[in-house]
């Protein structure tokens, strides 16, 4: 049995005239974290979007779980196993941490054709649960989501991606808006997931944060991906070389 959690093969989005993404070949393999990095504009989001069905491609081909995926929409992605925390958050305003957690997969008391009660209590008990394994501190989980700082909505966001049994985890730059303290939360979660052997895709700038956490690092480039490197051979310098067309693809034409 193959060791690829997820592949994609000539990945490419273009947006009328843009070409957001080109040609992206990228491997992931089973338990391996992974960080995506590039300067702004390099076609990071775009790659995630494209993976998670947030946008349907342009061209190329994604395999997951040892199959190939046309996911219809993030639902469908979600459904088949991966997680995904956007730059902006996907949680609903009004509703309760509980609620927020279990977003689309709400567990229910009974359901009856049209007649359904939610398990509340469940929800809040397994949120609880979930926040304590992520070590997230929220003050108050029935407040609505509304009345939470930005770094205590992402934290919520990040929980609900590490609680539930995902066979891949993506997260597009999960710390930017975060406190020190909250980003070192979100980093510990990163490490849970990683000792549980749940793969991921970070999308990060942070170069300290992406040499700390990950495997291996891959550099996108005006939409295409210049270098993937071992986190071990290679350094800060080499990785902005790459993020800069010092090295890399088109790196001759540029500095001749
Ligand atoms: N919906 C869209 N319509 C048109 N162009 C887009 C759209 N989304 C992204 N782009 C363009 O595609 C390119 C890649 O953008 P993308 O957001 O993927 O970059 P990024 O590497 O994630 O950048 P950042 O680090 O700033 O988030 C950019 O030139 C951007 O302007």
Same mark, same amino acid.
């Given at each position: 049995m193959s060791d690829i959690i997820l592949e994609t093969r000539g990945l490419t989005k273009r947006y009328g005239g843009v070409h957001a993404l080109e040609d992206a070949n990228f491997v992931l393999r089973k338990g391996e974290h992974i960080a995506v990095v590039g300067d702004n504009g390099a076609g990071k989001s775009t790659f995630v979007r494209q993976i998670t069905a947030v946008e349907q491609k342009s061209g190329g081909q994604v395999f997951f779980d040892g199959r190939e995926v046309n996911f219809s929409g993030p639902l469908e992605a979600r459904e088949s196993g991966i997680e995904t925390v956007f730059q902006t958050l996907a949680l609903? =305003? =009004? &509703?309760d941490v509980p609620s927020n957690l279990f977003l689309g997969r709400e567990l229910f008391k009974f359901r009856l054709g049209p007649f359904s009660v939610l398990d509340r209590k469940t929800m809040r008990e397994r949120t609880l649960e979930a926040l304590k394994t992520t070590a997230v501190k929220i003050p108050?989980? =029935?407040?609505?989501?509304?009345?939470?700082?930005g770094g205590q909505r992402q934290c919520v966001s990040i929980a609900r991606t590490a609680a539930f049994a995902s066979k891949l985890v993506i997260m597009d730059?999960?710390?930017?808006? &975060?406190?020190v303290q909250e980003t070192a939360q979100v980093e510990n979660i990163i490490r849970g997931l990683k000792e549980r052997g749940v793969p991921l895709i970070l999308v990060s700038h942070n170069l300290r944060q992406v040499f700390d956490l990950v495997d291996r690092i891959v550099v996108f480039r005006r939409g295409r991906i210049v270098a993937s490197l071992n986190k071990d051979e290679t350094d800060g310098n080499d990785i902005v070389s790459y993020i800069t067309g010092v090295k890399g693809i088109g790196a001759e034409a540029s500095h001749a």
């Open positions: 609903a =305003d =009004d &509703l108050n989980v =029935d407040n609505p989501i509304r009345n939470m700082s730059e999960p710390t930017a808006a &975060l406190g």
